[in-house]
């Protein structure tokens, strides 16, 4: 079983180690949980090789415009324990999000009061942000699957 840490200590060793992982939801799932404002998320670690940078790629039910941001990400679990979550974060306080594994070719992507994709520490008015997170949840869970690398837009 190929794990993410795994992963990124390949592309630590120099060898380019993306990984893409994915999910749209249907619009029948989408009519069971209302105040879920996501329609796909999907997020490619290491898209040049670098284990500590991933890309969040985001559709929200209300609309088809792509978001996409750029995380920093800690490598995989800490030394003292090796199954704690990866931490992902968005710079200028725009929020963060965990990565645990469940199985070879899922991960759960879970995030409290959400993160920001769009424009990273927006300094305009005409720069925009949506935040990824269920309105009214204390904590939002997504499962994606492992997929190839083209389907990270």
């Known amino acids: 079983m190929r794990s993410l840490l795994a992963a990124a200590m390949i592309a630590m060793a120099g060898q380019a ?5 994915t999910r749209t939801y249907s619009d029948a799932h989408l009519a069971t949980t209302p105040n879920q404002t996501v329609r796909s998320i999907s997020v490619l670690f290491g898209p040049h090789g670098d284990p500590a ?13 792509l978001w ?9 679990g800490l ?4 199954d704690a979550p990866r931490w992902c974060g968005v710079e200028c306080d725009g929020g963060t999000f965990t990565v645990r594994e469940r199985g070879a070719d899922t991960i ?10 769009g424009t990273a520490c927006a300094e ?14 204390a904590t939002t869970v997504f499962r994606l699957d492992r997929a190839d690398r083209s389907a990270c837009r």
């Open 108 to 117: 759960l992507l879970t995030t409290g009061r959400g993160f920001d994709v």
């Open 68 to 76: 996409k941001i750029g995380v920093y990400c800690s490598a995989g």
């Open 53 to 65: 940078q991933a890309k969040a790629s985001v559709v929200f039910r209300d609309s088809a415009e």
């Open 17 to 21: 180690a993306a990984e893409c992982f």
């Open 79 to 82: 030394p003292y324990d090796p």
């Open 124 to 137: 305009t008015d005409t720069e925009e942000t949506r935040r990824v997170a269920d309105r009214g949840a």
